[in-house]
């Protein structure tokens, strides 16, 4: 097959990028093959860094040679030279067996200069990366590789016209890549048979969370919410109620209970304010406090923002101090106000997608979880039990048996009675642990969790 044959069938096929940004995997090809330039780069980014997501670890560590393959029918159709893989050095085993299966490719003819005793010559060199979420965006990971600080640039220039050392360079997640033999050697219209719309093939997403089954699965586009939850993953643990579902990781977004049979595709997920992003999908029960979840998401993207803009360097900060202040029930709806248009601005304004990612957590759960925020700021109380400020412990007195159970694991000496007698706790000097609950005999079940109204 001539190059532009390669490109024209995986056009067919209908990949997309695999690694978030969702974008025609053909038509990314036939820009940076048409960019003038003898000397063009390949790269696989491999710097999978949302949190429970080891879609791409599984990949590397189990068959890195469907990556080397994928690379080498990508730098066919592209002309490149040169090759990359940018995979984080949390990945031990993966960049082990990564090196192992490019010697084996070298010793094979595979990889080096007139592979195959053809006229083509391609390289492959692994960078391993520091950990850097920012170094998941494309212009970051090439600026690392470069030896720089991974820092996002603005675009255009883009990567297929100038990217590494100013060469035209494409960038494909590791998935994409291991897709791409099967595509050719049974092609493009077999594996689009897959899928609906503009959403072709499978999709590997990593499932976890509140459900039976947690674990890596692969399942054709177009699958709903419902079959991936209760077939899949075989419902939800202690049969408790499904309150929604995070996807996309922590640039996703999160869908209630309502939307579980929606149909995961790229188009679809961002209509509800969501995104496909890398596959990993999380799902929450009735005991999950929304409001803390986009809390704890938004401190991940915070703390990894690399600071080079404005809107993502003070706006998710602003955004942060917003949130805690309502999951310790000071806040008020002000607050909340302030919150959603600091939100937008940051999502409108930032360099890159972790900028612009970082507020769909927060404006999803606004839109669809609007009570649970009026809760924590209008009656200050949390719905679920899980905002520290917000509840209190305590001991009924009528179940109480005064075995002196809780008493013993209270780490600050809070709880007070004598043996066989009802205990008390100290609510000003509890630290709300929780140890006194989970001591507490199942029989007895004195040990209460309530909102702090309780008292």
Not at 201 to 219: C, D, F, H, N, P
Request: glycine share 12%; net charge negative.
């Amino acid at each position: 097959m001539s190059p532009e044959e390669v490109i024209e069938e995986v056009k067919t096929s209908g990949l997309r990028g695999r690694g978030g940004a969702g974008f025609p995997t053909g038509l990314k090809w036939e820009f940076c093959r048409r960019s003038p330039g003898l000397e063009k780069y390949l790269i696989c980014n491999a710097d999978e860094g949302d949190p429970g997501a080891f879609m791409d670890r599984s990949i590397l560590e189990g068959d890195p040679h469907a990556v080397i393959e994928g690379m080498l029918i990508a730098a066919r159709a592209i002309g490149c030279t040169r090759g990359f893989i940018y995979c984080r050095a949390e990945y031990p085993l993966a960049l082990k067996r990564l090196q192992l299966a490019i010697d084996q490719a070298e010793e094979l003819g595979l990889l080096g200069d007139h592979v195959l005793g053809s006229d083509m010559s391609f390289d492959i060199t692994i960078k391993e990366g520091a950990g850097a979420f920012v170094c998941g965006e494309e212009t970051a990971l090439m600026a690392s590789i470069e030896g720089k600080r991974g820092m996002p640039r603005a675009r255009p220039p883009f990567p297929a016209n100038s990217g590494l050392w100013g060469k035209p360079t494409n960038i494909n997640n590791v998935e994409t890549l291991a897709n791409l033999s099967s595509i050719i050697n049974n092609g493009g219209s077999w594996y689009s048979a897959w899928g609906i719309g503009r959403s072709r093939g499978t999709k590997t997403l990593s499932l976890a969370g509140a459900v039976r089954r947690t674990g890596l699965i692969e399942v054709p586009l177009g699958i709903t919410l419902r079959e991936i939850i209760y077939g899949i993953g075989g419902g939800i643990s202690g049969d408790k109620a499904c309150k929604g579902i995070l996807t996309g990781g922590p640039s996703g977004g999160c869908l209630p209970a309502a939307f579980l049979d929606l149909p995961v595709d790229y188009e679809s997920l961002t209509e509800k304010g969501s995104i496909m992003g890398s596959g990993s999908m999380i799902v929450i029960d009735e005991d999950t406090c929304v409001v803390d979840t986009a809390r704890f998401f938004l401190s991940f993207t915070q703390s990894e923002s690399c600071g080079k803009c404005t809107p993502c360097r003070i706006g998710t900060r602003q955004m942060l101090a917003s949130l805690e202040k309502i999951t310790r029930g000071l806040g008020d709806m002000t607050d909340l106000v302030r919150l959603e248009r600091i939100a937008n601005v940051v999502r409108s304004g930032s360099l890159c997608g972790l900028g612009a990612g970082a507020p769909n957590p927060v404006l999803t759960t606004i839109k669809y979880f609007y009570e649970e925020y009026e809760a924590h700021i209008l009656q200050k109380r949390c719905p679920a039990l899980v905002c520290r400020e917000l509840i209190s412990y305590f001991i009924d007195e009528l179940k109480c048996q005064g075995c002196g159970l809780c008493l013993e694991s209270c780490p600050v000496d809070a709880i007070s009675g004598e043996k066989g007698a009802v205990h008390v706790i100290d609510q000003s000097a509890c630290i709300k642990c929780g140890a006194c609950l989970e001591v507490c005999p199942e029989k007895f079940s004195a040990v209460v969790k309530g909102p702090v109204q309780c008292i």
